[in-house]
């Protein structure tokens, strides 16, 4: 193994020790199972699955979709195509209200 440091702040590091006591691990395999569930393939398309999914039902925009698949809107729009789902339109008060959150 390779030592790192990561630096937690006291809320983190409290909240992580309690959780590695309770499930009798350490502080250190918490950190490296919560790294493999976010960065490994099998997660990364999980987490498209679960953005794609959200954005059909309409609860995020297709600038939020492009955002959780790590792309620009027009690369998203080419994946919707490729996909063969229809774009969801905005209304102007979805863009104005996208646009004050971006």
Do not use: W
């Not at 990561?6 to 409290?14: A, E, F, G, K, S």
Request: glycine residues 4%; negative net charge.
């Amino acid at each position: 193994m390779i030592r790192t440091n990561v630096m937690l702040t006291p809320q983190q590091h409290i909240a992580l020790k309690q959780i590695a006591m309770a499930r009798h691990r350490t502080l250190g395999e918490l950190v490296r199972d919560a790294i493999d569930s976010t960065f490994t393939a099998d997660s990364v398309e999980r987490r498209h699955q679960v953005a794609l999914a959200a954005y059909m039902e309409g609860f995020i925009s297709l600038g939020k979709l492009a955002e959780a698949l790590g792309v620009d809107p027009l690369t998203a729009r080419n994946y919707l195509h490729e996909r063969g789902i229809e774009q969801k339109i905005q209304t102007v008060d979805e863009i104005m209200a996208d646009a004050a959150h971006a």
